[in-house]
Nanobody, 116 residues
């Protein structure tokens, strides 16, 4: 059974920092592209950042220079470090694992709220 469990969300003031983590189980972690997506109220889910098994990374333009995605293949975890947070970063953040046509899996999501 595949499980992706996110943690680290919460309330933070504008300009602050937060780190999200996602722990995976039930998959051969190294073979999966891991990603973080987010969905704000009334909006579609959007890509935040992805990282391949070989550590190739990709970011949405809106978070470049502020967010950093990383992975630990031994621990089967993927982390999203978020800095200089803005109110528009407020959303539910989801962890995703994908491997071509083999399968795509999602976590349950964790709320990030940026507000003073």
């Amino acid at each position: 059974q595949v499980q992706l469990v996110e943690s680290g969300g919460g309330l933070v003031q504008p300009g602050g920092s937060l780190t999200l983590s996602c722990a995976a189980s039930g998959i051969i972690f190294n073979f999966y592209v891991m990603g973080w997506y987010r969905q704000a109220p009334g909006k579609q889910r959007e890509l935040v950042a992805t990282i391949s098994g070989g550590d190739y990374t990709d970011y949405a333009d809106s978070v470049k220079g502020r967010f950093t995605i990383s992975r630990d293949n031994a621990k089967k975890t993927v982390t999203l470090q978020m800095k200089s947070l803005k109110p528009e970063d407020t959303a539910v953040y989801y962890c995703r694992a994908t491997r071509g046509t083999i399968g795509t899996y999602w976590g349950q999501g964790t709320q990030v709220t940026v507000s003073s």
